[in-house]
């Protein structure tokens, strides 16, 4: 069965550094998300992407943060300067799109950001 | 701003079981609906999707429900398992929009005993 992938798993890197998480998403989506779960905390939206472009973000996703399709198969989010508050579990989700596309919003592992 | 609140936030039943999650939201026009499962440390999995024009879905022991007027959706789980133990997330879609984000509730964390 298609499933979205997420690596790495666990990322651990120093406050103020670059960070990029990369997912792939199922091969015949179109629509992708970024989710985040700081622990203890609810899931949170942080921004979708289509056709190339940011469909809608949350307040969260302020200017350190950027995705981007750099070819057909992953879809990356980059955090450019880390902060401690960005320590979460990360989520990727595809969706796909057209005649008989279901509307459930698939997601992959996560990977757990551990910010020193 | 849509708020989903899930009751009760922790459950411990004997094995066997017939149980009820319960999910609340305060905007009523959603697009749909989605029950996930959560086990510790890892990603999500979709367990059932409610249309807004439906009333329920079921999947194995999984039933759910919706109510979209009164803004509450339920998973009702039969004759629970050990297996089932996890922490169970609703989250609705408001939009009409292909793109829309998902709003993710509190979640409910199952335990089913032996």
């Known amino acids: 069965e298609p499933e979205v992938t997420q690596t790495p798993s666990h990322q651990v890197t120093q406050m103020g550094q670059e960070v990029i998480l990369r997912c792939v998403p199922i091969?015949?989506?179109?629509?992708f998300y970024w989710y985040r779960q700081i622990l203890g905390q609810k899931v949170e939206f942080l921004v979708s992407?289509?056709?190339?472009?940011?469909?809608?973000k949350s307040e969260i996703f302020d200017d350190q943060f950027s995705v981007e399709r750099p070819d057909g198969s992953n879809f990356t989010l980059k955090i450019r300067s880390t902060k401690l508050e960005d320590s979460a579990m990360y989520f990727c989700?595809?969706?796909?799109?057209?005649?008989?596309?279901?509307?459930?919003?698939?997601f992959g592992p996560g990977t757990r950001l551990t910010v020193l | 701003k849509q708020e989903v609140t899930q009751i009760p936030a922790a459950l411990s039943v004997p094995e066997g079981e017939n149980l009820v999650l319960n999910c609340s939201f305060t905007?009523?026009?959603?697009?749909?609906l989605q029950w996930f499962r959560q086990d510790p440390g890892k990603g999500l999995t979709s367990l059932l999707l409610?249309?807004?024009?439906?009333r329920e879905q079921t999947s194995g022991r999984l039933n759910a429900s919706l109510d979209k007027s009164s803004g509450r959706s339920t998973l009702y789980i039969a004759a629970s398992q050990p297996g089932d133990s996890a922490t169970y997330l609703c989250?609705?879609?408001?939009?009409?929009?292909?793109?829309?984000?998902?709003?993710f509730g509190t979640g409910t964390r199952l335990q089913v005993t032996l």
């Open positions: 091969s015949n989506h179109l629509y």
């Open positions: 409610i249309q807004s024009s439906q």
């Open positions: 989700a595809s969706k796909g799109v057209g005649a008989g596309a279901s509307n459930e919003q698939f």
């Open positions: 992407f289509y056709n190339n472009e940011i469909s809608e």
């Open positions: 905007d009523s026009a959603i697009y749909n």
């Open positions: 989250a609705v879609r408001l939009s009409t929009g292909t793109a829309s984000k998902l709003t």
